[in-house]
């Protein structure tokens, strides 16, 4: 029987651009605890020795098998073990994996800061439009540019949200 974890692992190495909130639906868990195996796995990559490349990912994916048993057949060099090497191996080698592309469209890196994407934030509360966007300003106020600008256009939209409350 797999853990809740394991199969969430498993669904974002098959579905590498699935949102949080789609692991979550698919893996019938929480956004937080797809948040939370998201920051475990992180936290255990950053102490690997073994750096794997994207194209090394796509080999693994295409071979059927998760990306950590294809990183415990990997040799420094980047090569595969034969299946000599493999047998005489006692501890597992451990796995780094590369940063992301920043990709301004999808995934804008002033929305993703704290390891939390914003808009599955507010899809996770269910915010609606105006509260959604007072946490879209907000949080990214320090990190775009304009701070002060960004915090009144939060309030503005704040403001909103209180008068229909009103009406």
């Not at 609606?128 to 503005?156: F, S």
Request: charged residues 30%.
């Amino acid at each position: 029987m797999k853990s809740r974890a394991q199969i969430v692992r498993e669904y974002i190495n098959a579905n590498p651009e699935a949102t949080t909130a789609e692991v979550a639906k698919k893996c019938k868990v929480t956004t937080q605890y797809v948040y939370q195996v998201k920051s475990d796995e992180k936290k255990r990559l950053a102490k690997k020795r073994v750096k794997i490349t994207a194209t090394q990912a796509e080999v693994a994916k295409r071979m059927g098998v998760p990306l950590s048993v294809y990183a415990n057949n990997l040799l420094p060099n980047g090569k595969l073990k034969t299946r000599m090497q493999a047998s005489f191996d006692r501890e597992p080698p451990t796995i780094t994996m590369e940063e992301p592309k920043a990709d301004p469209v999808n995934h804008p890196p002033h929305y993703k800061t704290g390891g939390i994407e914003t808009i599955d934030f507010i899809e996770a509360k269910e915010l609606g439009y105006h509260l959604g966007n007072v946490i879209k300003y907000v949080t990214r106020a320090k990190h775009k540019g304009n701070e002060l600008e960004d915090l009144k256009k939060a309030q503005w939209y704040l403001e909103r949200a209180i008068m229909k409350l009103h009406i």
